[in-house]
Protein backbone atom coordinates (compact mmCIF):
# COMPACT_ATOMS: atom_id res chain seq x y z
CA UNK A 1 0.00 0.00 0.00
CA UNK A 2 1.17 3.17 -1.22
CA UNK A 3 1.41 6.09 2.01
CA UNK A 4 0.85 9.71 0.85
CA UNK A 5 1.72 12.23 3.24
CA UNK A 6 1.48 15.73 3.12
CA UNK A 7 3.41 18.79 4.60
CA UNK A 8 2.52 20.69 6.21
CA UNK A 9 -0.17 19.70 8.00
CA UNK A 10 -1.20 23.73 8.94
CA UNK A 11 -0.04 26.38 6.68
CA UNK A 12 -1.14 29.85 7.76
CA UNK A 13 -1.30 32.53 4.87
CA UNK A 14 -3.06 35.63 4.15
CA UNK A 15 -4.96 36.39 1.20
CA UNK A 16 -2.67 37.44 -2.19
CA UNK A 17 0.10 34.93 -0.85
CA UNK A 18 1.77 32.12 -2.96
CA UNK A 19 0.96 28.63 -0.86
CA UNK A 20 2.83 25.67 -1.85
CA UNK A 21 1.73 21.86 -0.50
CA UNK A 22 3.31 18.96 -0.56
CA UNK A 23 2.74 15.28 -1.05
CA UNK A 24 5.06 12.38 -0.31
CA UNK A 25 4.55 9.11 -1.50
CA UNK A 26 5.92 5.71 0.24
CA UNK A 27 6.95 4.38 -3.18
CA UNK A 28 6.34 5.63 -6.76
CA UNK A 29 3.21 6.61 -8.06
CA UNK A 30 2.48 4.83 -11.88
CA UNK A 31 2.19 7.11 -14.67
CA UNK A 32 1.48 10.48 -12.69
CA UNK A 33 -1.62 9.06 -11.30
CA UNK A 34 -2.22 11.24 -8.30
CA UNK A 35 -4.71 13.89 -7.56
CA UNK A 36 -6.14 17.01 -5.48
CA UNK A 37 -9.26 17.96 -3.95
CA UNK A 38 -10.17 20.65 -1.91
CA UNK A 39 -12.83 20.39 0.64
CA UNK A 40 -14.58 22.87 2.81
CA UNK A 41 -16.79 22.83 5.68
CA UNK A 42 -19.63 20.26 5.45
CA UNK A 43 -18.78 19.83 1.56
CA UNK A 44 -18.34 17.37 -0.06
CA UNK A 45 -14.47 17.08 -1.67
CA UNK A 46 -13.97 18.86 -4.95
CA UNK A 47 -11.33 17.61 -7.54
CA UNK A 48 -9.07 19.94 -8.55
CA UNK A 49 -6.01 18.24 -10.29
CA UNK A 50 -6.04 15.00 -11.63
CA UNK A 51 -3.05 13.18 -13.47
CA UNK A 52 -0.38 15.25 -11.22
CA UNK A 53 -0.87 18.70 -13.59
CA UNK A 54 -4.47 18.66 -15.37
CA UNK A 55 -6.98 20.87 -14.12
CA UNK A 56 -10.22 19.40 -13.55
CA UNK A 57 -13.63 21.66 -15.25
CA UNK A 58 -13.92 24.38 -14.41
CA UNK A 59 -10.91 25.15 -11.46
CA UNK A 60 -9.01 28.91 -11.80
CA UNK A 61 -5.53 28.44 -13.35
CA UNK A 62 -4.43 29.91 -10.40
CA UNK A 63 -4.31 26.29 -9.27
CA UNK A 64 -1.17 24.43 -10.64
CA UNK A 65 0.07 20.75 -10.11
CA UNK A 66 3.27 19.40 -10.36
CA UNK A 67 5.76 16.76 -9.71
CA UNK A 68 6.55 12.99 -10.52
CA UNK A 69 7.61 9.58 -9.07
CA UNK A 70 7.11 10.36 -5.29
CA UNK A 71 6.72 14.02 -4.91
CA UNK A 72 4.41 16.38 -5.71
CA UNK A 73 2.72 19.39 -5.21
CA UNK A 74 -0.15 21.74 -5.66
CA UNK A 75 0.57 25.12 -6.04
CA UNK A 76 -1.90 28.35 -5.78
CA UNK A 77 -0.57 31.35 -7.10
CA UNK A 78 -2.54 34.02 -5.15
CA UNK A 79 -4.67 32.97 -2.60
CA UNK A 80 -8.32 34.58 -2.51
CA UNK A 81 -10.82 34.20 0.19
CA UNK A 82 -12.74 31.34 -0.99
CA UNK A 83 -9.50 29.15 -1.23
CA UNK A 84 -8.80 28.59 2.76
CA UNK A 85 -9.62 24.65 3.14
CA UNK A 86 -8.23 21.95 3.54
CA UNK A 87 -6.39 19.97 0.46
CA UNK A 88 -6.13 16.09 0.62
CA UNK A 89 -3.67 14.14 -2.40
CA UNK A 90 -5.04 10.85 -3.47
CA UNK A 91 -2.72 7.96 -5.77
CA UNK A 92 -4.65 5.67 -7.90
CA UNK A 93 -1.88 4.35 -9.58
CA UNK A 94 -2.30 0.97 -7.16
CA UNK A 95 -4.95 -0.20 -5.27
CA UNK A 96 -5.32 1.21 -2.66
CA UNK A 97 -6.11 4.32 -4.06
CA UNK A 98 -4.77 6.19 -0.55
CA UNK A 99 -5.48 9.60 0.31
CA UNK A 100 -2.42 11.76 2.04
CA UNK A 101 -3.68 13.12 5.93
CA UNK A 102 -4.55 16.47 4.67
CA UNK A 103 -3.28 20.18 4.89
CA UNK A 104 -5.18 22.69 6.44
CA UNK A 105 -4.81 26.06 4.37
CA UNK A 106 -6.11 28.52 7.32
CA UNK A 107 -6.27 32.90 7.23
CA UNK A 108 -3.31 34.41 8.90
CA UNK B 1 -25.42 17.32 -15.45
CA UNK B 2 -23.65 14.99 -14.09
CA UNK B 3 -25.29 13.67 -10.71
CA UNK B 4 -24.53 11.33 -7.80
CA UNK B 5 -27.45 11.39 -5.47
CA UNK B 6 -26.72 9.30 -2.22
CA UNK B 7 -29.58 7.76 0.37
CA UNK B 8 -30.49 9.70 3.28
CA UNK B 9 -29.00 9.74 6.95
CA UNK B 10 -29.15 6.71 9.16
CA UNK B 11 -29.36 5.91 13.19
CA UNK B 12 -28.22 2.53 13.61
CA UNK B 13 -27.95 0.43 16.37
CA UNK B 14 -24.30 -1.56 17.00
CA UNK B 15 -25.04 -5.19 15.38
CA UNK B 16 -27.66 -4.37 13.00
CA UNK B 17 -27.17 -4.35 9.36
CA UNK B 18 -27.20 -1.28 6.73
CA UNK B 19 -27.28 -0.64 3.47
CA UNK B 20 -26.31 2.43 1.62
CA UNK B 21 -26.84 3.84 -2.07
CA UNK B 22 -26.01 6.23 -4.23
CA UNK B 23 -28.05 6.37 -7.69
CA UNK B 24 -25.85 8.11 -10.75
CA UNK B 25 -27.08 10.09 -13.05
CA UNK B 26 -26.41 12.17 -16.31
CA UNK B 27 -23.44 9.77 -17.92
CA UNK B 28 -23.43 6.49 -18.82
CA UNK B 29 -22.91 4.45 -15.35
CA UNK B 30 -21.62 1.62 -16.50
CA UNK B 31 -18.43 3.11 -17.92
CA UNK B 32 -16.75 4.68 -14.86
CA UNK B 33 -15.70 3.43 -11.42
CA UNK B 34 -17.21 4.35 -8.41
CA UNK B 35 -16.06 4.63 -5.08
CA UNK B 36 -16.58 4.83 -1.89
CA UNK B 37 -14.55 7.17 0.87
CA UNK B 38 -15.17 7.29 4.68
CA UNK B 39 -14.28 10.69 6.43
CA UNK B 40 -14.79 9.77 10.39
CA UNK B 41 -16.16 13.13 12.53
CA UNK B 42 -13.15 15.52 12.33
CA UNK B 43 -10.72 13.76 10.61
CA UNK B 44 -9.20 13.37 6.97
CA UNK B 45 -11.01 11.10 3.92
CA UNK B 46 -10.51 7.04 3.94
CA UNK B 47 -10.50 5.36 0.39
CA UNK B 48 -12.58 1.91 1.42
CA UNK B 49 -12.94 0.51 -1.97
CA UNK B 50 -14.32 0.67 -5.86
CA UNK B 51 -16.52 -1.55 -7.77
CA UNK B 52 -16.45 -1.01 -11.69
CA UNK B 53 -20.55 -1.35 -12.78
CA UNK B 54 -20.47 -2.91 -15.72
CA UNK B 55 -19.12 -6.05 -14.54
CA UNK B 56 -18.68 -5.49 -10.54
CA UNK B 57 -15.06 -5.93 -10.57
CA UNK B 58 -14.09 -4.78 -6.99
CA UNK B 59 -11.05 -3.66 -5.10
CA UNK B 60 -11.18 -3.02 -1.45
CA UNK B 61 -8.75 -1.11 0.84
CA UNK B 62 -7.12 -3.89 3.12
CA UNK B 63 -8.51 -1.99 6.10
CA UNK B 64 -11.96 -2.47 4.78
CA UNK B 65 -11.41 -5.69 3.48
CA UNK B 66 -14.45 -8.34 5.40
CA UNK B 67 -15.86 -4.92 6.89
CA UNK B 68 -18.11 -3.95 4.30
CA UNK B 69 -19.26 -4.62 0.83
CA UNK B 70 -19.43 -2.67 -1.88
CA UNK B 71 -22.10 -3.60 -4.63
CA UNK B 72 -23.95 -2.37 -7.80
CA UNK B 73 -27.26 -2.60 -9.90
CA UNK B 74 -26.29 -1.44 -13.32
CA UNK B 75 -29.84 -2.34 -14.45
CA UNK B 76 -30.97 1.00 -11.81
CA UNK B 77 -27.33 2.86 -11.96
CA UNK B 78 -27.08 2.71 -8.14
CA UNK B 79 -23.63 1.55 -6.08
CA UNK B 80 -24.00 0.42 -2.35
CA UNK B 81 -21.92 0.34 0.12
CA UNK B 82 -23.45 -2.25 2.80
CA UNK B 83 -22.24 -3.88 6.37
CA UNK B 84 -24.12 -6.67 8.12
CA UNK B 85 -23.08 -5.81 11.76
CA UNK B 86 -22.62 -2.31 12.55
CA UNK B 87 -20.27 -0.85 15.38
CA UNK B 88 -19.96 2.37 16.71
CA UNK B 89 -16.39 2.87 15.33
CA UNK B 90 -18.68 3.05 11.68
CA UNK B 91 -19.84 6.23 12.67
CA UNK B 92 -19.32 8.58 10.09
CA UNK B 93 -20.23 10.43 6.87
CA UNK B 94 -19.68 8.24 3.84
CA UNK B 95 -19.22 9.00 0.27
CA UNK B 96 -19.30 8.14 -2.97
CA UNK B 97 -17.32 9.44 -5.51
CA UNK B 98 -17.14 8.71 -10.03
CA UNK B 99 -13.99 7.58 -11.69
CA UNK B 100 -10.67 6.02 -10.06
CA UNK B 101 -9.99 9.89 -8.88
CA UNK B 102 -13.22 11.35 -7.82
CA UNK B 103 -14.49 13.53 -10.68
CA UNK B 104 -18.05 13.99 -9.33
CA UNK B 105 -19.12 13.31 -5.68
CA UNK B 106 -22.39 12.25 -3.69
CA UNK B 107 -23.27 14.98 -1.35
CA UNK B 108 -22.94 12.02 1.59
CA UNK B 109 -24.52 10.36 3.93
CA UNK B 110 -24.27 10.68 7.33
CA UNK B 111 -24.17 7.19 9.77
CA UNK B 112 -24.39 7.14 13.35
CA UNK B 113 -23.94 3.99 14.82
CA UNK B 114 -25.22 4.19 19.41
CA UNK B 115 -26.59 1.97 21.36
Known amino acids: ?14 PGER ?27 RLLIYAAS ?29 DFAVYYCQQYGSSPYTFGQGTKLEIK | EIQLVQSGAEVKKPGESLRISCKG ?26 IFPADSD ?18 ISTAYLQWSSLK ?16 DWGQGTLVTVSS
Open chain 1, 1 to 14: EIVLTQSPGTLSLS
Open chain 1, 54 to 82: SRATGIPDRFSGGGSGTDFTLTISRLEPE
Open chain 2, 88 to 103: ASDTAMYYCARHVYGT
Open chain 1, 19 to 45: ATLSCRASQSVSSRNLAWYQQKPGQAP
Open chain 2, 58 to 75: TRYSPSFQGQVTISADKS
Open chain 2, 25 to 50: SGYSFTTFWIGWVRQMPGKGLEWMGI
